[in-house]
């Protein structure tokens, strides 16, 4: 058991919480410390019953005792990691960082898992990010010339937590940076919803492209290859409308059904980013 | 009778029904003559707000800052309206832009019950000095009590009156009643009401909005809108005339912009057609019908029955995607039987 790498985590929100819980399932990973502010939220009390060590202290608490973790997820806020990127700099622990703060390389582990293995803080995208950049990547991969892509993500109201929700803009942001970096399209755009449907939705991506020639011989197979890879970090990702072309561009759609948790398994929102991070932090124990 | 605040919404809301192509031209024209008429809030942009133009819910002909820039030059005594959906359009790349280049009233909508997804938005527009309201969408979609919760969230956040948007065209008369005088009741802010015709009842439920205490009312020139329309802001503005409600709008010249309107900006009147009343029964957005007509065609499908579809799954404004994946799902299922 030793030999795990040691985590802990910054956010004690929905993300953070989901987070711990999958860090305990992976035979990699440990958690050492769940840090928020408030000893009486819901999260502190999850991580309680699970006898995971917890602290208010924010990043004081890894400042005080830095021997407590080799690798911190940061589950706060963009301005959150803006603040924690350089302490953790300092202490020499690896960072990933899962709110839009943009500090590090973007990873999204179906693209470039191995390319991140040397650096220190990487910057898990968004949650439409994760389930769209790998498909608007092989786009770019099966044609040359990509003019646009757009990317719309539906989550359920209810995985949408306050932070999420004073987020939009940066989420929008981000994801547009990382589909631009990763498909190179010369524009892109991301819009998100967010749905109050009761039974809660699960999450939808939509990923269309605008291409000068689209091949879609060539571009079905990739896809369903690349959605195979996702499928071995993120189960509940499916490919629900295989490529097609639609008034003469691109679409496809996919759907994220999470693990469920600490949410519900219409939260694959959450579900995808936080696979994600599991699957880049069992990157770096696997090399350690 | 209390004095209405009339909304026109002719050039944003307006342009759903032409696939978002209004020209520099046409927000020319229509703009002086509401201008003229007396009109107190002029709206413009893309159809779902700054920042939609994409192929999600259509691209616009006009980037909307050059939209902006010339009502902007063409309105004297009304104030320049724009609205803007968080999760469709940001501070950064739409809000910011819009107040620099001269945008007096700020309307952030979100879908009926999201409202906090407003709050950013709010604030940064109140912070600009303009004037800031903030809309509820399909809100046919959430009980009174709910309505009042959200709407006190845009009041907490700033906002200086809140629209109740029949996205749908889906109330009857008795709901319009119940749930402005919910708001009114629960806000000290000003409640407003924005119309859509599907079941033929957008005046009527302008008038029951009026009665019940609403002091905002919407409308635009003809109905120009998604599919049945909005309200006829020349209609509204005689029957009010008639109720003896002020408006501060000349009735001569907002009639002579309604003809306008019909002349320069529209292709066919609206009217309630069959989808369009499907749509209103289903309590589907009506800024779907352009897209369900031109889907159910390439999948040879019948677009009532998608419409019913996607009100079963109870789908909210920004999901167009979802028109595609249930008219290849009932076109499977056409090839089945």
């Given at each position: 058991m030793s030999k795990k790498l040691k985590t802990a985590i910054l956010g004690s929100g929905l993300i953070g919480t989901d987070l711990m819980i999958k860090i305990m399932r992976s035979p990699y990973l440990e958690c050492t410390l769940f840090v928020g502010r408030n000893l009486q939220s819901k999260g502190m009390a999850k991580a309680l019953s699970l006898g995971v060590k917890i602290s208010d202290q924010s990043i004081d608490a890894i400042v005080k005792d830095p021997s407590c973790c080799d690798l911190v997820f940061d589950a706060t806020s963009a301005k959150g990691h803006a603040v924690h990127a350089p302490i953790l700099e300092k202490l020499g622990k690896l960072a990933i960082d899962l709110t839009p703060a943009q500090v590090g390389a973007m990873c999204v582990p179906g693209v470039n898992l191995k390319d991140c293995r040397g650096l220190k803080n990487v910057n898990m995208v968004t949650c439409g990010g994760q389930a769209s950049i790998p498909l608007a990547y092989v786009v770019g991969q099966?044609?040359?010339?990509?003019?646009?892509?757009?990317?719309?993500?539906?989550?359920?109201?209810?995985?949408?937590?306050?932070?999420?929700?004073?987020?939009?803009?940066?989420?929008?942001?981000?994801t547009e940076n990382g589909l631009k970096h990763f498909s190179g399209a010369a524009?892109?755009?991301?819009?998100?919803?967010?749905?109050?449907?009761?039974?809660?939705?699960?999450?939808?991506?939509t990923v269309r492209a605008t291409v000068a020639k689209p091949d879609m011989e060539a571009l079905i197979p990739r896809v369903k290859e690349m959605v195979g890879i996702i499928q071995k970090y993120v189960p509940g990702y499916n490919l629900v409308v295989a490529p097609t072309l639609e008034n003469n561009r691109i679409i496809m759609m996919v759907r994220v059904q999470g693990l469920g948790d600490y949410l519900p398994s219409y939260a694959g929102n959450l579900d995808i980013i936080n696979c994600a991070a599991i699957a880049m932090a069992e990157e770096y124990a696997k090399n350690a | 009778?209390?004095?209405?605040?009339?909304?026109?919404?002719?050039?944003?809301?307006?342009?759903?029904?032409?696939?978002?192509?209004?020209?520099?031209?046409?927000?020319a024209a229509y703009a002086a003559a509401a201008d003229k008429a007396g009109v107190p809030i002029i709206e413009v942009g893309h159809g779902n707000g700054l920042g939609a133009s994409s192929l999600q819910v259509g691209e616009s002909l006009l980037p909307d800052m050059e939209m902006i820039t010339v009502a902007r030059k063409n309105i004297s005594r009304s104030k320049l309206g724009i609205?803007?959906?968080?999760?469709?359009?940001?501070?950064?790349?739409?809000?910011?832009?819009?107040?620099?280049?001269?945008?007096?009233?700020?309307?952030?909508?979100?879908?009926?019950?999201?409202?906090?997804?407003?709050?950013?938005?709010i604030s940064y527009a109140r912070e600009k000095g303009k004037d800031v309201y903030g809309v509820l969408m399909m809100s046919h979609m959430a009980p009174k009590e709910t309505?009042?919760?959200e709407a006190l969230k845009m009041e907490s956040y700033g906002a200086q009156g809140v629209i109740l948007m029949d996205s749908a065209g889906a109330y009857l008369?008795?709901?319009?009643?119940?749930?402005?005088?919910?708001?009114?009741?629960?806000?000290?802010?000003?409640?407003g009401f924005h119309a859509h015709n599907n079941l033929g009842l957008a005046v009527a439920n302008s008038v029951a909005a009026a009665e019940a205490g609403a002091t905002i009312i919407d409308g635009s020139a003809r109905g120009f809108g998604a599919g049945a329309g909005n309200t006829p802001i020349e209609l509204l503005i005689g029957v009010f005339e008639k109720m003896g409600f002020a408006t501060g709008v000349e009735l001569?010249?907002?009639?002579?912009?309604?003809?306008?309107?019909e002349k320069e900006l529209m292709k066919v009147l609206p009217f309630p057609k069959p989808t369009s009343i499907v749509s209103g029964l289903a309590g589907v957005f009506s800024g779907f019908s352009k897209h369900v007509e031109r889907v159910a065609l390439e999948y040879k499908v019948d677009p009532r029955d998608i419409f019913f579809e996607l009100g079963r799954r109870r789908v909210v404004g920004g999901q167009e995607d979802l028109i595609v994946e249930v008219a290849i799902e009932l076109s499977r299922k056409k090839e089945l039987k």
């Open positions: 099966v044609h040359k010339d990509v003019e646009y892509i757009e990317v719309v993500s539906t989550i359920s109201s209810r995985s949408a937590g306050p932070a999420t929700r004073a987020n939009l803009d940066e989420y929008i942001e981000t524009r892109t755009k991301a819009i998100l919803v967010l749905n109050p449907a009761q039974p809660c939705i699960n999450m939808q991506t | 009778m209390h004095k209405l605040l009339i909304h026109d919404v002719t050039l944003r809301d307006g342009s759903h029904a032409i696939g978002h192509q209004l020209s520099a031209a046409q927000v609205f803007i959906i968080p999760g469709f359009a940001t501070i950064n790349k739409d809000l910011k832009p819009a107040v620099e280049a001269g945008a007096d009233v700020v309307r952030v909508a979100s879908h009926c019950t999201e409202a906090d997804i407003t709050e950013r938005h309505l009042a919760e008369q008795n709901d319009v009643s119940e749930k402005v005088s919910a708001l009114v009741r629960a806000l000290t802010i000003p409640v001569y010249k907002i009639l002579d912009a309604s003809d306008i309107a």
